[in-house]
């Protein structure tokens, strides 16, 4: 595959000819997708990462989708606002309340293994590792997964596959 990071400058241009009128898109044999968890979808099937049943795939659209609940509950509870004393009451609140339920239930779906699905690694365990520590790294402190048995295990599971690993360590850095 191939990485294109756009400029700012080159946003105006692309815009128009993507499906959506948003990035990031993922372009095969010149049909593009887009929404990140479709084309994650798109390639997990491919890479053998998205379940090997239907209730496999299931449980792993089941992950990715309270993932996308903790991020979207960041996003408009912290992210966004404006009023920095709000901000932090707020960041505080996410942290102290929602996460700790939210963690405790999201360890109760990990396997001792530390696998959301079945014994090997699958988009689930990936999408927790990658929203986790993107909003680990937007607070700018921990959200404490190592107190939880399995959810660790998923992380050192998930930075332990050479592919990965080798990506985090080689990635281009991004401020998204």
């Not at 903790?70 to 996410?94: N, T, W």
């Not at 990658?130 to 998930?158: A, I, P, R």
Request: net charge negative; glycine share 4%.
């Amino acid at each position: 595959y191939e990485d294109v990071r756009l400029e700012e400058a080159q946003w105006p241009e692309l815009k128009p000819k993507t499906p959506m009128g948003q990035i990031p898109i993922l372009e095969v044999d010149g049909t593009m997708l887009c929404q990140s968890n479709s084309m994650a979808r798109y390639v997990a099937k491919l890479a053998g990462l998205a379940g090997k049943t239907p209730l496999e795939q299931a449980r792993v659209d089941m992950v990715m989708d309270a993932m996308v609940d903790m991020l979207m509950k960041y996003l408009y509870q912290v992210y966004y606002e404006k009023d920095e004393s709000r901000k932090a009451d707020q960041k505080k609140e996410y942290v102290e309340k929602y996460m700790p339920p939210f963690l405790t239930n999201m360890n109760k779906l990990a396997s001792d293994s530390g696998h959301f699905v079945g014994d090997e690694l699958t988009l689930a365990d990936i999408s927790f590792y990658n929203l986790t520590t993107w909003v680990e790294g937007n607070l700018k402190q921990s959200l404490s997964v190592d107190e939880f048995h399995n959810l660790k295990k998923v992380m050192d599971n998930v930075t332990a596959n050479p592919g990965i690993a080798k990506w985090l360590k080689e990635r281009p850095e991004t401020p998204y």
